[in-house]
């Protein structure tokens, strides 16, 4: 068995003007001096990825929010894995449920959108996870289950893929999981995940998000089978930030 060392993983989302690139300068910074005892990404919008990534904070690694599932063509105002890639992003994320929600996409979208950031060498963080009502209904586990199950690609590696938990309803609310529900589907994805990989499946870093915040990341990142997480709002300011990455210092 490996236990992935953990990931926070920041989604600025559709944040961030030029003003923005002082929080990478500041986050850098911090992790210099006080140290991470954890891996690191931030995913800003794409039109800053090159600046920040030419502006080598090394302790901050870049990450993109989305691909399109094509390599190239005619796909007016869509972004590319391998553009991505090019620029110097090792992670993107895929499937989040604003882009299922806002874009409709299915799993098979999400499936062919992993499919080319893993092609483009890329690892990519595929988000799932429940609606209010799923889970009023008593079906986060079915849905969770199909999630996984239908948006990993095919010719997936357990090196290339990371899987984000993210109930929907937990988004952007301020409103959290208890640890057991967390424990619950993290374990269940787990066990796809060594259905489909065998032992490697173990060393797949399964992240939780929504509403991660410094005061409940320690709580959140000491559940079994929680390997890091996928941080919206609080990634948007370095202090914040860097408070959910100094969990870790807390956690074994
Ligand atoms: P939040 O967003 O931390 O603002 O809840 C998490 C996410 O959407 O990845």
């Given at each position: 068995?490996?236990?992935p060392?953990?990931?926070?993983a920041?989604?600025?989302?559709m ?57 190239s ?18 992670h993107?994320?895929v ?11 299915s ?19 595929i988000?799932?996870?429940e ?24 010719d ?5 893929t990371?899987i ?13 999981p ?7 589907v ?20 399964i992240?939780?998000?929504g ?41 074994g």
């Open positions: 068995m490996t236990t060392k953990a990931l926070v920041g989604n600025w989302k944040n961030g003007l030029k003003a923005a690139i002082g929080e990478i300068t500041r986050l850098n910074d911090l992790i210099s001096t006080s140290g991470a005892n954890c891996d690191v990404l931030i995913c800003p919008p794409f039109t800053l990825i090159s600046t920040l990534v030419g502006m080598g904070a090394k302790n901050v690694p870049i990450g993109a929010q989305d691909c399109h599932m094509n390599v063509g005619a796909h007016t105002g869509d972004i590319s894995a391998q553009m991505v890639a090019e620029l110097g992003c090792g993107i994320i499937g989040h449920s604003e882009r299922r929600a806002d874009h409709g996409e799993n098979d979208t999400v499936k062919a959108k992993a499919a080319a950031a893993q092609a483009a060498g890329t690892n990519a963080i988000c799932v996870g609606t209010i009502d799923e889970r009023e209904a008593g079906s986060t586990i079915d849905v969770v289950r199909a999630q996984v199950k239908g948006s990993i690609p095919d997936a590696r357990a090196d290339n990371t984000a938990y993210e109930p929907v309803w937990a988004i952007g609310t301020g409103k959290v208890t640890a057991a529900d967390v424990e619950e993290h374990r269940e994805v787990r066990a796809l995940l060594m259905d489909r990989f065998g032992e490697a499946g173990s060393g797949v870093r992240l939780y998000g509403s991660v915040k410094a005061s409940n990341a320690e709580e959140l990142m000491s559940v079994p089978n929680v390997n890091g997480a996928l941080v919206g709002g609080a990634s948007l300011k370095a202090d914040d930030f860097y408070g959910i990455i100094s969990a870790y210092d807390k956690i």
